[in-house]
Nanobody
Framework: QVHLVESGGGLVQAGGSLRLSCAASGRTFSTSNMAWFRQAPGKEREFVAAISWSGSSTYYADSVKGRFTISRDNAKNSGYLQMNSLKSEDTAVYYC?????????????????WGQGTQVTVSS
């Protein structure tokens, strides 16, 4: 079992930065592919970024490429999403997700474990 808890969300001005954290419990996290998804009000949940269990491979949605950085620290059982140059369209609830597989995927249904989400609001 892997339990995920997001933190670090909040209100930020456009152009600003936030760093989201995903604290995990369970020994399987270090061997799990993990990702971030987000869901804006009235919209479908969408893929943001993913990282392999080793951290050697990453994948980003085009909408955040060059602005967001996904990382992890397996020694701390934590995952992170550094968000820079934030835009109003980044406003959403951000979810951390994980799955016990070595490959990266953007498919929401492939992830077994989910956090409760953390709100990110970007104002103009």
């Amino acid at each position: 079992q892997v339990h995920l808890v997001e933190s670090g969300g909040g209100l930020v001005q456009a152009g600003g930065s936030l760093r989201l954290s995903c604290a995990a419990s369970g020994r399987t996290f270090s061997t799990s592919n993990m990702a971030w998804f987000r869901q804006a009000p009235g919209k479908e949940r969408e893929f943001v970024a993913a990282i392999s269990w080793s951290g050697s491979s990453t994948y980003y949605a085009d909408s955040v490429k060059g602005r967001f950085t996904i990382s992890r620290d397996n020694a701390k059982n934590s995952g992170y999403l550094q968000m820079n140059s934030l835009k109003s369209e980044d406003t959403a609830v951000y979810y951390c997700a994980a799955r016990p597989a070595p490959t990266i995927t953007r498919a929401e249904g492939a992830y077994n474990y989910w956090g409760q989400g953390t709100q990110v609001t970007v104002s103009s």
